[in-house]
């Protein structure tokens, strides 16, 4: 792999050059009051921001927010951002209400050396997400318009073949960014030689969206504990009723074959809480596996479990983990993904968070980021890593 680094980019020097950078700045928004309810993600951009910033180049900055359908939609402006970003920056940034329109152009214009500008939603504009390479490309030509030089630090957006991620580097010198370079170092700890035992604990929804990863982790790793909405498919291919808990009926066949071919790595629950309805205050209970009543569904791991996924993960010395064990957004049935977050930052292991949903468990759950080893920024992008796929950003950087 021979990818240019930030570091070789300052080298060359960036005084009074722009350079154009591809953030993901896709933060979750309280739906009521639209305020940013983690900022994880821009944090986890100033190491490369601070970097240009103080090697005094013009900084322009552009992000997704969301998944607008290719024209403004305010829901998904990336305003907030700006504003969250500049005060983290300690320095105002200058805001283009449109990307690659009027305002784009006159911000970038108007940047001094050192002053960074944030473009508005990539997503506004047909071009960023297009299956189409000509009008992903036309789209493209624009940005790279902005830029004499081009740094991915969007490790979260590196699996989409998208005009800001693919299309732009063909066109300007480009270099991997400080949060790119450490997500692919550390991921690639993952699949080269992990220290073992490797445990992997994956949750989420669903189980058509982790399939691709389970079937390449499978043979890789000493462990994989399931929890979440998915092992309800898993128990029902086990032969137990999961009552009205999350099922996916056309993959019960799947699990089971997983199953079969696990040679018995795969550890599912033996308790769940189930409620009454998919509510904060609905009626609960703790109730075994085998006894799931056909009219309650499950939304949490219950304390056995938590006790026996902690014990394997007890003995690990490397972990990964993706997606919360239960509903963690509702107090009463957090305490699954608690119990194993907390399992994962007691064991004497390299532990990796990955992705969205359970980096910002870990944070509204108020555990201590510090005391585990990394905290990808990229749910799908490192699942697609371990699963070994191209991934395009990476591939666009590469050569
Ligand atoms: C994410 O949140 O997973 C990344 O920002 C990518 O967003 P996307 O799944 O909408 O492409
Ligand atoms: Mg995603």
């Not at 639209?34 to 090697?55: F, H, K, S």
């Not at 300007?172 to 220290?195: I, K």
């Not at 239960?326 to 699954?336: D, K, N, Q, R, T």
Request: proline share 5%; net charge negative.
């Amino acid at each position: 792999m021979s990818i240019r680094t930030l570091d070789d980019l300052l080298a060359e020097g960036v005084s009074g050059r722009r350079v154009l950078v591809r953030a993901d700045l896709n933060v979750p928004l309280d739906k009521q009051t639209g305020q940013i309810t983690d900022d994880g993600r821009i944090r986890a951009v100033l190491p490369t921001l601070g970097a240009l910033v103080e090697a005094g180049a013009k900084v322009v900055v552009c992000s997704h927010l969301g998944r607008p359908k290719g024209a403004p939609d305010p829901q998904f402006s990336l305003g907030p951002v700006a504003g969250r970003l500049g005060e983290l920056l300690g320095a105002p940034v200058h805001f283009a209400t449109d990307t690659v329109g009027e305002s784009a152009r006159s911000t970038v214009a108007d940047l001094a050396d050192g002053q960074v500008a944030l473009l508005e939603n990539l997503r506004f504009n047909a071009g960023e997400t297009s299956k189409d390479a000509a009008e992903r490309g036309a789209f493209a030509d624009q940005l790279a318009a902005f830029g004499d030089a081009y740094v991915d630090d969007a490790f979260g957006a590196v699996h989409r073949k998208h005009a800001s991620v693919f299309d732009v580097p063909a066109r300007l010198p480009h270099v991997a960014g400080r949060l790119v370079l450490r997500e692919v170092e550390v991921l690639s700890t993952l699949t080269a030689d992990p220290e073992r035992p490797y445990v992997v604990v994956l949750g989420g929804s669903k189980v058509s969206d982790k399939l691709a990863v389970i079937e390449a982790l499978l043979p890789t790793v000493d462990r994989l504990l399931i929890g979440g909405g998915m092992c309800f498919t898993f128990l029902k291919a086990q032969g137990l009723e999961v009552g009205t808990s999350l099922l996916e009926k056309d993959m019960v066949e799947t699990c089971r074959n997983l199953l079969e071919r696990s040679n018995g790595k795969i550890m599912l629950p033996v308790d769940v809480v189930v409620a009454d309805a998919f509510a904060p205050d609905a009626a609960h209970d703790t109730v075994r596996v085998d006894g799931i009543p056909s009219h309650r569904l499950g939304l949490d791991v219950g304390p056995e479990t938590v006790a026996g996924f902690s014990a394997a993960l007890s003995q690990a010395k490397t972990i990964f983990w993706n997606g919360p064990m239960g509903v963690f957004e509702m107090p009463a049935f957090a305490a699954g993904t608690r119990g194993i977050a907390e399992a994962i930052t007691k064991a004497d292991a390299f532990s990796v968070v990955g992705g969205g949903d359970s980096a910002a468990a870990v944070r509204a759950l108020g555990l201590d980021e510090s005391s585990f080893g990394h905290i990808s920024t990229g749910g799908g992008a490192s699942l697609e890593y371990l699963e070994g796929k191209t991934l395009p950003g990476i591939a666009a950087l590469e050569n």
